[in-house]
């Protein structure tokens, strides 16, 4: 044997992997690598999800003022929070029940003579208005009355917490990207463009089974079919697409892993859906209104019960998120395994 092959033989990288291999055999060292990726995981869903809506305090929530001056509204509904709410002062009640109602303002405190009221819209975010409700007895501390609570907006009776279409959008979420697996794992014999076919035909029909259970089905909300229908297909075609990108880029072992990271770490607690987004901290408030589940949120919120108030910014993210995710995944699969079937 040459020096060459015995320092070969007997170099520090091969005396390492004899180590690695008496320690852990076999598949026991991805199998330990894989237990201590979860547990990472794990620690992080519980931070998100505490840090996110384990806590909520209002941020900056719009309200409008009428009969009073905003800087009295704010001290009314802000208490010793000085950053609690944002008030503006309208010049009418009818003005403050318009703005509510195209989503402009949280509430409104008017005040007329000796009367005052706190309009609010739970279906605009039930965990704002609980929020400002509770402050009822600090209000009436602040003004020498106390207000008549209004809801111009209630959510759902089959609904009381508001959250139904945060689970509606979680649903089609974690359906696309789940679905986006299971097809590759059980169908991986198809060309480009039969994979774009099942993807487009399952999330219909994902889309379509939650529609039917949310509305006619099980009524837990009065939902416009067909608008429900689309936005619900797009945004688990989104989810689905985007693992794909990942399993292209990292593999398939490992593409479910930053897939869960964004969309259930991330988007889910900042959509807005359990905890509206004036309640979270600034960093989930802010990357809400740009992932697929907080634009989800909102198209449905907005669908359901602000039908003459719709907003576009919600389109707008959905649709940047699902033309650029479909573009990057075509690309990196004609680059890497063509347009075929992918070599068994």
Request: proline letters at 8%; aromatic letters at 6%; charged letters at 15%.
């Amino acid at each position: 044997m040459s020096g060459a092959e015995e320092q070969d033989e007997h170099g520090p990288d091969r005396r390492r992997t004899r180590v690695r291999t008496a320690v852990l055999p076999g598949a026991n060292l991805p199998a330990l690598v894989v237990a201590l990726v979860i547990a990472g995981v794990a620690a992080l869903y519980v931070f998100s999800y505490s840090t996110a809506l384990g806590a909520p305090r209002p941020r900056n929530v719009p309200v409008a003022a009428v009969g009073l001056s905003a800087a009295a509204a704010e001290r009314a509904l802000g208490g010793a929070d000085a950053g609690a709410v944002r008030a503006t002062a309208l010049p009418s009640r009818a003005e403050a029940v318009t703005a509510i109602g195209q989503q402009r303002y949280y509430a409104a405190l008017v005040r007329t003579g000796e009367r005052v009221e706190l309009l609010v819209s739970s279906a605009s975010g039930p965990s704002v208005a609980r929020v400002l409700e509770a402050d009822v007895p600090a209000v009436a501390a602040a003004l020498g009355t106390t207000p008549v609570v209004r809801d111009l907006h209630p959510v759902s009776p089959r609904d009381p917490s508001g959250t139904v279409l945060f689970y509606v959008a979680l649903a089609s979420v974690i359906m696309g990207f789940i679905g986006a697996i299971q097809t590759r794992a059980n169908a991986n014999g198809l060309t480009l463009a039969g994979e774009l076919r099942w993807d487009a035909v399952r999330s219909l029909l994902v889309a379509l089974a939650v529609t039917a259970m949310v509305g006619p089905i099980a009524h837990l909300e009065s939902v416009p079919f067909l608008p429900t229908w689309g936005v619900l297909a797009l945004t688990s075609w989104t989810a689905g697409t985007t693992y794909l990108c990942w399993r292209l880029l990292v593999g398939a072992r490992w593409a479910l892993l930053p897939t869960w990271l964004l969309f259930i770490l991330v988007s889910s607690p900042a959509s807005g859906g359990a905890v509206a987004q004036p309640l979270l901290p600034p960093f989930f408030a802010a990357v809400g209104r740009v992932m697929p589940a907080g634009a989800t949120v909102e198209a449905l919120r907005d669908l359901t019960y602000f039908p003459d108030h719709l907003h576009g910014a919600p389109y707008l993210v959905l649709g940047v998120w699902a033309v650029i995710t479909t573009a990057a995944f075509v690309a990196l699969r004609r680059r890497r395994i063509g347009t075929g079937v992918p070599p068994q």
